[in-house]
């Protein structure tokens, strides 16, 4: 059975980074990998995606020009590198996981695998 598990949360300061890791049970071949996000009291929201096959990516618009997704196929594990994080960056990042190799950021029911999540939380 595909699994995904985050690995990489912590605490951080404002404007520092950090780097998630989502390591995969299989094969990232036919599968596209998105990063959503849930702090307390809010919508859970798509941070970033990657359709592993052909490299393109998608980000969600508050975390363009800060965030970069990558992925690492002989490793099976995609990559969300985070810098100059904020205080609104706080929260519990899902790594999720669809075999249609669609990024659709807009709609987590699209995504069929998820991780336990790994917390962030920007502090100073």
């Known amino acids: 059975q595909f699994k995904v598990v985050e690995s990489g949360g912590g605490l951080v300061q404002p404007e520092g980074s950090l780097r998630l890791s989502c390591s995969a049970s299989g094969s990232l071949d036919n599968y596209a990998i998105a990063w959503f996000r849930q702090a307390p009291g809010k919508k859970r929201e798509g941070v970033s995606c990657?359709?592993?096959?052909?490299?393109?990516?998608d980000y969600g618009d508050s975390v363009k020009g800060r965030f970069t997704i990558s992925r690492d196929n002989a490793k099976n594990t995609v990559y969300l590198q985070m810098t100059n994080l904020k205080h609104e960056d706080t929260g519990v990042y899902y790594c999720?996981?669809?075999?249609?190799?669609?990024?659709?950021?807009?709609?987590?029911?699209?995504?069929?695998?998820w991780g336990q999540g790994t917390q962030v939380t920007v502090s100073s």
């Open positions: 990657i359709v592993s096959r052909d490299g393109s990516t």
């Open positions: 999720a996981a669809n075999n249609f190799r669609l990024c659709v950021l807009q709609d987590a029911q699209v995504f069929d695998w």
